[in-house]
């Protein structure tokens, strides 16, 4: 395997030099790039149209209102509504991952459209672990964790008004 950045010496120095080449964006990893984003921001634009008019008694969940159970993603979009009247309490009783979500997604959406600007693959290390497989299991993992312990020690009161 090559390295991305060489070390070249010039003189008394040594200094690395990128590979440009190696860094350019792939098509392929340019479609999954724009399918990260598309994703991403999703949630700032929910953000901004729940701010503009839709109210939480539009949304309901199909799963909640036949079975009577909540199901894992029960509750996200009344904590982004919430999030959005800068409601952080409330957002976090309804679904901590309301939260969650929003700070990758804000986290994400410059790295990747810098990415996609310069047509460069990026080398941040912490950054490129929130679109690595690995971060999606672990987030994964913990949603469902999350969702047993709420299930095990029973949803918040305000979760059951807002459905009632």
Partial sequence: MKPIFPIKKSGSRAYLEPKLKDRILKPQERKNRWTILGVASSIPAFLMLSRFGLNQELWTCPFFKFTGIPCPSCGITRSLISLSQGDFKTSWEYHSFGLILTAI??????????????????????????ISRPSQWILGIFFLSYYFYRLGMGYPDIFYEAFS
């Fill in 105 to 130: 997604a804000m986290v994400t959406i410059p790295y990747v459209l810098t990415e996609l600007s310069l047509n460069k693959n990026l080398c941040n290390p912490s950054l490129k672990f929130l």
